[in-house]
């Protein structure tokens, strides 16, 4: 499963990078503006400087939402970067732009996806991943894992090629709850991907090996 980092904190990037675990980076724009990200031009430079630190896709959102407009600003997004998925969201004019894109060659994120009828949808339409929003569903009491879980059976059905990037995954749970049904991707903060790695037993093991260690060696 490829792990996706879903912020715009450069910072965090750099670290999930250097953790050696990273596969890509997802935005949107409220993450740009939790960064202080505003003005075209500032959003551009700020997705440059993403792509200079990732080996992998960059999600970068429109925020128009009329078919014309979208193909316009997705176009100029994909042209930064071969690095970067214009993402788009699950409305009418966001169906018919991700085909657009699909038959130019660029990929596409489809997000804002809450049922498995749109993540259909994404998948007739071309999407290159599809992102249903798990952490989002909880908050409302619905089984977020669930739906993956049905997007996978369908998708494998029909061998539909779209990713399914689980998306606002908030724990590792969500993490290995996506992994065993079988997401391709994952994408979530920084603060989940380094929860994997804690076990009070590993920590409590390795201070006993280096006292031991120490101690045979008469430190
Ligand atoms: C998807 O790509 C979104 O950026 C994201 O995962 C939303 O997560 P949130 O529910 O934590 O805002």
């Given at each position: 499963?490829?792990?996706?980092?879903?912020?715009?904190?450069?910072?965090?990037?750099?670290?999930?990078?250097?953790?050696?675990?990273?596969?890509?980076?997802?935005?949107?724009?409220?993450?740009?503006?939790?960064e202080?990200?505003?003005?075209?031009e500032?959003?551009?430079?700020?997705?440059?400087?993403?792509?200079?630190?990732?080996?992998g896709?960059?999600?970068?959102?429109?925020?128009?939402?009329?078919?014309?407009?979208?193909?316009?600003?997705?176009?100029?997004?994909?042209?930064?970067?071969?690095?970067?998925?214009?993402?788009?969201?699950?409305?009418?004019?966001?169906?018919?732009?991700?085909?657009?894109?699909?038959?130019?060659?660029?990929?596409?994120?489809?997000?804002?996806?809450?049922?498995a009828?749109?993540?259909?949808l994404?998948?007739?339409?071309?999407?290159?991943?599809?992102?249903?929003?798990?952490?989002?569903?909880?908050?409302?009491?619905?089984?977020?894992?669930?739906?993956?879980?049905?997007?996978?059976?369908?998708?494998?059905?029909?061998?539909?090629?779209?990713?399914?990037?689980?998306?606002s995954?908030?724990?590792?749970?969500?993490?290995?709850?996506?992994?065993?049904?079988?997401?391709?991707?994952?994408?979530?903060?920084?603060?989940?991907?380094?929860?994997?790695?804690k076990?009070?037993?590993?920590?409590?093991?390795?201070?006993?090996?280096?006292?031991?260690?120490?101690?045979?060696?008469?430190?």
């Amino acid at each position: 499963m490829k792990f996706f980092i879903d912020t715009a904190n450069l910072e965090q990037i750099k670290e999930a990078q250097d953790l050696g675990v990273l596969d890509g980076v997802t935005t949107n724009p409220s993450l740009m503006a939790k960064e202080g990200i505003s003005g075209d031009e500032n959003v551009i430079n700020h997705y440059k400087a993403i792509c200079a630190i990732v080996d992998g896709d960059v999600s970068a959102e429109v925020i128009s939402t009329t078919y014309e407009e979208m193909i316009k600003e997705g176009e100029a997004l994909a042209a930064l970067d071969s690095k970067i998925v214009v993402k788009v969201p699950m409305i009418k004019d966001g169906v018919k732009a991700i085909k657009y894109f699909s038959k130019k060659g660029i990929k596409t994120n489809c997000t804002l996806v809450f049922t498995a009828g749109q993540a259909l949808l994404a998948a007739k339409a071309g999407a290159t991943y599809v992102s249903p929003f798990i952490g989002r569903l909880d908050d409302i009491s619905t089984d977020g894992l669930a739906l993956i879980e049905d997007i996978r059976l369908i998708y494998d059905n029909y061998q539909y090629p779209t990713q399914i990037l689980a998306a606002s995954v908030r724990h590792s749970a969500h993490i290995l709850g996506c992994a065993k049904i079988g997401a391709d991707v994952m994408t979530g903060p920084l603060s989940a991907m380094l929860a994997l790695l804690k076990h009070p037993l590993t920590d409590s093991g390795l201070a006993t090996f280096l006292a031991d260690h120490a101690k045979a060696a008469g430190k």
